[in-house]
């Protein structure tokens, strides 16, 4: 995808202690702006989409999302949420798309918006933000009650 001019990276990770369970989302442009929180019960796919929501929503100006789910940044780079929309949310099998709930808001945002671009970053492998964004989840994901 085409790094949006003046863009401001953004890192999201999603993290769940079992799953389904307690679930985290994080997201972080440095250590000092962030946010987390968390959802019980849920599963690692969920709380990976709710951070990439959380960052899209909170956040203005062009971005760029961070992510280490290729589910996400998929969603977006090969326009799967296209078929989606035109199946009225179904799968190319003709199943409802999981976790509609938390896709629908993130598509609308992400194409509404017109200045957000997804990249892949490969997780637990020392990279600085993918590392804290991950630590920030898990933190999240055992606050739950």
Known sequence: ?????????????????????????????????????????????????RAALEAVTALRGPLVVVSDSTYVVNCFRDKWWVGWVDRGWTTSQKKPVANRDLWEPLVQA??????????WVKGHSGHEMNDLVDQLAVAASRAVD
């Not at 992400?110 to 997804?118: I, L, M, S």
């Open 1 to 49: 995808m085409t790094v949006p001019d003046g863009a401001t990276f953004v890192y999201t990770d999603g993290a769940c202690s079992g799953n389904p369970g307690p679930g985290g989302w994080a997201w972080a442009i440095d250590r000092e702006r962030y946010a987390s929180g968390s959802e019980r019960p849920s599963t690692n796919q969920r709380m990976e989409i």
């Open 110 to 119: 992400a194409t509404e918006r017109g200045d957000v671009a997804f990249q």
